[in-house]
């Protein structure tokens, strides 16, 4: 069984910084793409950042410029670095891994920023 475990989540100020993290732990012989996704309250689940196992990333024109994702592929951890931050980035934080032929999904992490 494989499971992911968030952390990192918390209130923080506008403007301020959080870094998440997502630790992978089970039997996984490869992890081919790890990633940050949210959820806002009444709002579908979105695509926050994903970086692949060579290292290539793809964001969300939200969050380009103010957050990075890195991956520790040794520890199969994966972290989500968030500068600048602003209210509208207040969500569940999930993180999610792609394995061949199945993916994985963490309890999620509360980000809260105030205004």
């Known amino acids: 069984q494989v499971q992911l475990v968030e952390s990192g989540g918390n209130l923080v100020q506008a403007g301020g910084s959080l870094r998440l993290s997502c630790a992978t732990s089970?039997?996984?012989?490869?992890?081919?793409?790890m990633g940050w996704y949210r959820q806002a309250p009444g709002k579908q689940r979105e695509l926050v950042a994903i970086i692949s196992s060579v290292g290539s990333t793809n964001y969300a024109d939200s969050v380009k410029g103010r957050f990075t994702i890195s991956r520790d592929n040794a520890k199969n951890t994966v972290y989500l670095q968030m500068n600048s931050l602003k209210p509208e980035d207040t969500a569940v934080y999930y993180c999610?891994?792609?394995?061949?032929?199945?993916?994985?999904w963490g309890q999620g992490t509360q980000v809260t920023v105030s205004s």
């Open positions: 089970g039997s996984i012989l490869r992890i081919n793409v």
């Open positions: 999610n891994c792609k394995v061949p032929g199945n993916e994985y």
